[in-house]
């Protein structure tokens, strides 16, 4: 083969290769999944509630079982005196307090002095109790005198009767004084400018409305004080509206005072607001309950309403409710070697160890009986 023949015959060979991966080339760029990533692999989250273990035999397991009892409701109140109890002192007479005999939250007796006040009423009452007795005095000498005559035909009937009329009216206007001058405060037998202001009735002072040197304007001002009967006392409690076909008034209801968790007070429901609160959508129920002394004004309490309809609820160990993040927790059975745990709401303590349970479990479920070993384990 001559020269010239040999390098076209290497030129043809190089320009067919090159056009080969020509091709190729643009084949590559033209087919999108050549040039697409790879898949990616979804991964999903095991249930946190699902507790795998390998040796499922070692936590015993319990049986739920039936728990009947009335349905409870709870709601908070405040202890208030019994309105119907609460006795007003007050001071027929005007003046300024010249002394303060008793303080807010004294105990007092019936005829205590509270308090005193200088009375310028007191002094015209007095008066005019003086003027009046003068009176009486004359028109009774005027009287026995003019009778005297009579008797010896020294002046008429006419004079007589007129006398015994005048004496008579002059008794009255005594006996008027007397008892204005009582009113207000003070004593015939003590006329003096200044009353006494005492206990109508035994009791607690609950509110107090004067001070030392303070003007006392009489029936039309605050009363001084108030005295309440706290042998008896109410509680006022929120109750929703949607849990008021629980509360019917004639039924008893427990009592637990937040200072005193340990004791347990009976009270009878009185009444039932028949108005709502607005924004609260709640309506005042009123306990009753008889005061042994614990109770005082203002102090928070717990109350619960029993239901007269019984219900059926599981009862479970009480080692098998777990209280966890502000909830109690249950671990039951979830196949052969896993546990769920559930979300229950607790109820109130039974004997022999055991709890109620209202919901998030029925009765015949099982569940793992000591449920902070399980939680401990799979912690570890």
Not at 51 to 73: D, G
Not at 189 to 205: K, L, Q, T, Y
Request: charged residues 20%.
């Amino acid at each position: 083969m001559r020269e010239s023949e040999k390098r076209f015959y290497f030129c043809f060979l190089g320009f067919i290769g090159l056009s080969a991966a020509l091709a190729g080339c643009g084949d590559s760029k033209g087919d999108p999944k050549a040039e697409a990533p790879p898949p990616v692999k979804v991964e999903h989250e095991q249930d946190a509630d699902i507790i795998s273990v390998e040796h499922p035999e070692q936590f015993a397991l319990a049986t739920a079982e039936e728990h009947r009892a009335a349905s409870q409701l709870q709601a908070t109140g405040v202890v208030g005196p019994d309105v119907s109890r609460n006795v007003p002192v007050i001071s027929m007479a005007t003046g300024r307090v010249v002394e303060i005999k008793a303080r807010l939250g004294d105990t007092v007796q019936k005829g205590q002095v509270l308090l005193r006040v200088q009375s310028a009423d007191v002094s015209g009452a007095i008066s005019d109790y003086r003027k009046a007795a003068a009176d009486e005095t004359l028109a009774r000498s005027q009287y026995d005198r003019a009778k005297d005559l009579y008797d010896k035909g020294a002046v008429s009937l006419n004079d007589l009767q007129t006398a015994e009329d005048v004496e008579n009216k002059a008794k009255v206007d005594l006996q008027n004084t007397a008892e204005r001058l009582r009113v207000l405060g003070g004593d015939v037998n003590n006329p003096v400018p200044i009353v006494d202001i005492r206990a109508p009735v035994s009791g607690v002072i609950t509110d107090q409305q004067v001070t030392n040197a303070a003007g006392v304007a009489g029936l039309g001002s605050p009363n001084p004080f108030t005295i309440s009967d706290l042998s008896h006392v109410w509680i006022l409690c929120d109750v929703f509206e949607n849990d008021l076909a629980s509360v019917h008034v004639g039924e008893t209801a427990e009592i637990r005072l937040n200072a005193y968790p340990d004791k347990v007070f009976t009270g009878r429901i009185g009444n039932v607001s028949p108005v709502l609160d607005p924004t609260l959508r709640s309506a005042k129920v009123r306990i009753e309950v008889r005061n042994p002394g614990l109770m005082k004004v203002g102090m928070f309490v717990t109350a619960t309403f029993h239901s007269q309809k019984a219900e059926m609820h599981a009862a479970l160990p009480a080692s098998a409710i777990l209280h966890l993040h502000d909830l109690d927790w249950v671990y039951v059975p979830a196949g052969a070697t896993a546990f769920r745990r559930i979300a229950v709401v607790g109820g109130q303590t039974l004997p022999n160890n055991k709890q109620e349970v209202l919901s998030g479990i029925s009765p015949g479920q099982k569940v793992v009986v000591n449920a902070l070993v399980l939680e401990s384990t799979v912690e570890q």
